[in-house]
């Protein structure tokens, strides 16, 4: 299983920005998509998760209301649409599928993504 997360950049606080995950070689048992995040210093921070059988969205408390997770099945592809950005959403943004539980869960991710960096100005 390959992933290659795509879409980000520098951007100023207040603009939109839309990163693209593609999953290559993906079995029945990645169930869920999630995106994560890190920041300099700081753990890696749950973002956004969604199932590929559902379309029941699942969000981290410091994005929900901001941050829009969609996928296309066909495509083997999750999409995280990021509006009203903000200085703190700067961090490296990964893409990770994972076998279900707690999708907040770093734990239940089997594979990752290389990352792409947002970087938002103030």
């Known amino acids: 299983v390959q992933l290659q997360a795509s879409g980000g950049g520098l951007v100023q606080a207040g603009n939109s920005l839309r990163l693209i995950c593609t999953v290559s070689?993906?079995?029945?048992?990645?169930?869920?998509m999630g995106w994560f995040r890190q920041a300099p210093g700081k753990e890696r921070e749950f973002v956004a998760a969604i199932e590929w059988s559902s379309d029941s969205p699942f969000y981290g408390h410091s994005v929900s209301g901001r941050f829009t997770i969609s996928r296309d099945n066909a495509k083997n592809t999750v999409y995280l649409q990021m509006n009203s950005l903000k200085p703190e959403d700067t961090a490296v943004y990964y893409c990770?599928?994972?076998?279900?539980?707690?999708?907040?869960?770093?734990?239940?991710?089997?594979?990752w993504g290389q990352g792409t960096q947002v970087t938002v100005s103030s």
């Open positions: 070689g993906r079995t029945s048992s990645s169930s869920v």
């Open positions: 990770a599928t994972g076998r279900g539980g707690l999708v907040s869960q770093i734990a239940n991710y089997d594979y």
